[in-house]
C-alpha cells in the first residue's frame, strides 16, 4: 500500500480504525539503553538500563496489545492532555458530549483537568493514570492536541496502561502519548478529538462517525476513501455560529502517488511530524529502526503550517536515523 502525497492533505484529522493502522508511543521512565548486536534475545533488543528487564522485541515483531471494544451504556473518558480547549470554549464541548453519546452509546466521563486550562502536566498526567486505573472506563478520547504533551509523559504510570489497555484515540500533539502507549505494547488509534470532529457545526461527518464507531465500539474494518471536500480552518470556537456552521470546504484534489507501482501491508507508524521530531530529540525512541521493518510511515504536518523544506529536513533526519530505510511505504 503506497500513501498519497497530496499536499492538499483531504480528511486531515479522520479517525482511522483499520486494524493495522494504528501509532507509536514512548516510554522512558526507566531510562533505556540499546543491546549491541547479538547479545540478548534477538537483533537490536533495549533493555532498561535500570531494571535489567527487556523492554522491546526487534522487528515487527513487537507484539502490541489490541484493548478490547467498549460495549453500548460503557463509560468513555473525555481527556485534555495537551490544551483544555473544553474549558476555553465550553458551548462546544458540551455539544461534542452529546453527540458523543448520541453516536456511540457510550457515557463520557470528564476529569479534573479536562476544563482546566493551565493545568500542570503532572496534573493532566494524573487524569490520564486514573482513566487507565478506573476500570469502569473502557475508552479514552482527547478533546484537542496542544504543544506541550511531551512534558506530561514521564508523569505516565506504564504499569496501569498495561494491566487494563483502553483504546486511545486522539491527534496532532497527541502523538506523544500514542508513542508511549505504543513502546509499552499497546495499540492506539491516531485520530479524532471531540472539538474538532464532534463538537462543531451542524452535524458529524458521517467519515468521522464511522471510523469513530469502528474504533471505539464495532472493531469492524473501514476502507479509506477521497473524503469528496476537505477543510482546512473551521468557525472560531468563541463564535457561536460554530455551533451550526462548518467552515469553508473545497473539493478535494486527487490523490497522487510516487514510487513503484506495489503493494505494500504493513502497520502503520507516524503521527505529527513536528512532534515525531521532538520525541526524538527528546530521545523517546529508544529501539533500533529495525522495529519499523515493514511497516507504513505516515505524517500530517500540523496547523502551525511549516515551510515545505523545515518539513523536508525533518523527513531527511528521519532518513538519517534510519526509520525511512525500515519502513516499506511513506
Known amino acids: 500500500m503506497a500513501m498519497p502525497a497530496n499536499?492538499?492533505?483531504p480528511n486531515?484529522?479522520?479517525?482511522?480504525?483499520?486494524?493495522d493502522e494504528r501509532?507509536?508511543?514512548?516510554?522512558?521512565?526507566?531510562?533505556?539503553r540499546q543491546l549491541p548486536r547479538g547479545k540478548g534475545r534477538g537483533r537490536g533488543n533495549i533493555r532498561c538500563a535500570r531494571c535489567r528487564r527487556c523492554v522491546s522485541m526487534t522487528g515487527m515483531a513487537h507484539d502490541l496489545v489490541h484493548p478490547p471494544k467498549a460495549h453500548p451504556g460503557d463509560h468513555i473518558a473525555v481527556l485534555a492532555p495537551s490544551f483544555a480547549a473544553a474549558g476555553a470554549f465550553p458551548a462546544v464541548h458540551e455539544q461534542a458530549m452529546r453527540r458523543l453519546t448520541e453516536v456511540t452509546d457510550l457515557i463520557p466521563v470528564e476529569f479534573p483537568t479536562t476544563r482546566e486550562v493551565g493545568a500542570t502536566p503532572l496534573a493532566r498526567?494524573?487524569?490520564?493514570?486514573?482513566?487507565?486505573?478506573?476500570?469502569?472506563?473502557?475508552?479514552?478520547?482527547?478533546?484537542?492536541?496542544?504543544?506541550?504533551?511531551i512534558t506530561v509523559i514521564p508523569h505516565l504510570d506504564a504499569g496501569l496502561a498495561g494491566r487494563d489497555p483502553k483504546p486511545f484515540l486522539g491527534t496532532s500533539d497527541n502523538t506523544n502519548l500514542h508513542h508511549w502507549l505504543w513502546a509499552n505494547g499497546i495499540a492506539s488509534f491516531y485520530g479524532g478529538s471531540s472539538q474538532v470532529h464532534l463538537?462543531?457545526?451542524?452535524?458529524?461527518?458521517d467519515v468521522h462517525v464511522r471510523s469513530l464507531r469502528a474504533a471505539l465500539v464495532t472493531g469492524e474494518t473501514l476502507e479509506i476513501t477521497e473524503p469528496g471536500e476537505s477543510e482546512d480552518v473551521g468557525?472560531?470556537?468563541?463564535?457561536?455560529?460554530?455551533?451550526n456552521c462548518f467552515g469553508e470546504r473545497e473539493p478535494?484534489?486527487?490523490?497522487?502517488?510516487?514510487?513503484?507501482?506495489?503493494?505494500?501491508?504493513g502497520r502503520t507508524w507516524g503521527g505529527c511530524v513536528e512532534v515525531i521530531e521532538w520525541i526524538l530529540a527528546a530521545g523517546r525512541f529508544a529501539f533500533d529502526p529495525s522495529v519499523l521493518d515493514?511497516?507504513?510511515?505516515?505524517?500530517?504536518?500540523?496547523?502551525?503550517?511549516?515551510?515545505?523544506?523545515?518539513?523536508?529536513?525533518?523527513v531527511r533526519s528521519l532518513g538519517e536515523r534510519g526509520i525511512l530505510a525500515a519502513v516499506n511505504a511513506a
Not at 486531515?12 to 486494524?19: E, H, I, Q, V, Y
Request: with cysteine.
Open 7 to 9: 499536499r492538499n492533505r
Open 12 to 19: 486531515k484529522a479522520a479517525m482511522s480504525a483499520r486494524g
Open 23 to 32: 501509532r507509536l508511543g514512548s516510554e522512558v521512565r526507566c531510562g533505556v
Open 125 to 149: 498526567a494524573a487524569d490520564i493514570n486514573a482513566a487507565f486505573a478506573d476500570p469502569a472506563i473502557r475508552g479514552i478520547l482527547a478533546v484537542v492536541g496542544g504543544e506541550d504533551q
Open 199 to 205: 463538537g462543531p457545526g451542524p452535524g458529524i461527518d
Open 235 to 243: 468557525v472560531d470556537w468563541g463564535d457561536p455560529r460554530a455551533l
Open 252 to 265: 478535494t484534489e486527487p490523490w497522487s502517488w510516487h514510487g513503484p507501482a506495489r503493494s505494500v501491508t
Open 294 to 314: 515493514g511497516a507504513v510511515l505516515i505524517i500530517e504536518a500540523s496547523e502551525e503550517l511549516l515551510p515545505a523544506r523545515h518539513i523536508g529536513w525533518i
